[in-house]
Nanobody, 127 residues
Framework: QVNLVESGGGSVRTGGSVRLFCGAP??????????MAWFRQVPGKEREGVAA???????HYSDVMKGRFTISKDYAKNQLVLQMNSLKPEDTAMYYC???????????????????WGQGTQVTVSL
């Protein structure tokens, strides 16, 4: 496990954009060595997979994202990124970063497939 830390969350109006970041303080951590993903959760609902990315940059998205979100790895900054555009009130949630040591195909969107997690960063979309 690694200690993941998310950042970039906040409040935004409908139609706006937010960019989330995820990294780890351990100097040995490298986004290239992990399957990584973003999840989100609303109180009273199960944790929902948003997007996943493997070591080669291949990605997989939840069907409900409709092309509005983009997951990527910033290798220069050693961070996982989630770009969220055209935000809607229903996107309001706590967003979590997750990682798992590379185990192909590692593009899953189920929480049980990941062992390392961040504390979460809140994104609130208002009207």
């Amino acid at each position: 496990q690694v200690n993941l830390v998310e950042s970039g969350g906040g409040s935004v109006r409908t139609g706006g954009s937010v960019r989330l970041f995820c990294g780890a303080p351990e100097y040995t951590f490298s986004v290239n060595m992990y399957c990584m993903a973003w999840f989100r959760q609303v109180p009273g609902k199960e944790r929902e997979g948003v997007a996943a990315i493997d070591r080669y940059g291949d990605t997989h998205y939840s069907d409900v994202m409709k092309g509005r979100f983009t997951i990527s790895k910033d290798y220069a900054k050693n961070q996982l990124v989630l770009q969220m555009n055209s935000l809607k009130p229903e996107d309001t949630a706590m967003y979590y970063c997750a990682a798992q040591v590379i185990t192909p195909p590692c593009l899953g969107l189920e929480a049980r497939e990941y062992r390392s997690w961040g504390q979460g960063t809140q994104v609130t979309v208002s009207l």
